[in-house]
């Protein structure tokens, strides 16, 4: 009896080894294809209120002197300030720019044409100041943003920004809210496995898709996030992209 093996029996071999792979990489691509996942989006909202408000404005002033429309600029500046302080503004929340000038110079027209140019002889001089102020009761933001404009009956040329709303403890809120989107989401994957027959098993991805802050009932949207600064009042909206393996 020959004791080395014959080629076909090499072959057959081989052939047995191979088709064992086969038949075991099915039963894992089986296995897997058995396994079943869900997939949902959790939601959840939360009103709340501003906590803080700034408002800008600027103050103008002009004249043929540079001289005149800095001091006309200074005297107005301080009924402006009066009138902060007599509707509840401490200097701490009042800030102010240093006063500018600028020279604006004349335009004429060409003679036959209709086209202007400006010259290089001076019309007059804008001395101009900013505000800003900036103040935890954002109510009283809005009283002086509304009242503002009685001081251009007394020759001051103000022009006021809309005030912003915003929200300091952003950080914690955003964390609180994205929790209550989880839960949301997980209640939504059970309450699906349920009424399938299978049951929630593991987590297997997480992901924050929407934040964003609007004003109250609004429909706003913004895939990269949106943030609302005109409303005291607002509703912070969180959305989460979950999957969980079903048993």
Do not use: C
Request: charged share 20%.
């Amino acid at each position: 009896m020959n004791k080395s093996m014959t080629p076909i029996a090499v072959i057959a071999g081989i052939t047995l080894i191979i088709s064992s792979a086969i038949i075991s990489r099915l039963f894992i691509n089986v296995k897997k294809e058995k396994e079943m996942y869900i997939r949902v989006k959790g939601y959840a909202a939360m009103d709340i209120k501003s906590d803080i408000a700034t408002l800008s404005f600027s103050h103008s002033s002009k004249h043929a002197k540079q001289a005149d429309a800095y001091i006309q600029q200074k005297k107005q500046s301080e009924i402006i300030l009066r009138y902060l302080s007599k509707n509840s503004f401490d200097t701490k929340e009042i800030d102010t720019s240093m006063i500018t000038i600028t020279k604006v110079f004349k335009r004429k027209r060409d003679t036959g044409y209709s086209n202007w140019y400006t010259t290089t002889e001076i019309d007059y001089f804008v001395a101009s100041q900013n505000f800003e102020l900036t103040s935890t009761d954002v109510y009283k933001i809005q009283i002086i943003s509304r009242s503002l404009a009685v001081l251009n009956k007394q020759d001051i040329t103000i022009s006021v920004n809309s005030p912003d709303y915003m929200v300091t403890d952003l950080k914690q809120i955003k964390f609180d809210v994205l929790s209550e989107a989880t839960t949301n989401g997980y209640k939504r994957a059970t309450l699906l496995a349920d009424n399938s027959g299978g049951k929630v098993g593991t987590l297997i991805s997480a992901q924050q898709g929407i934040f964003q802050i609007t004003g109250p009932n609004s429909t706003e949207t913004s895939g990269s996030g949106y943030y609302e600064t005109t409303s005291i009042d607002k509703t912070i909206k969180a959305v989460v992209n979950l999957e969980y393996k079903i048993n």
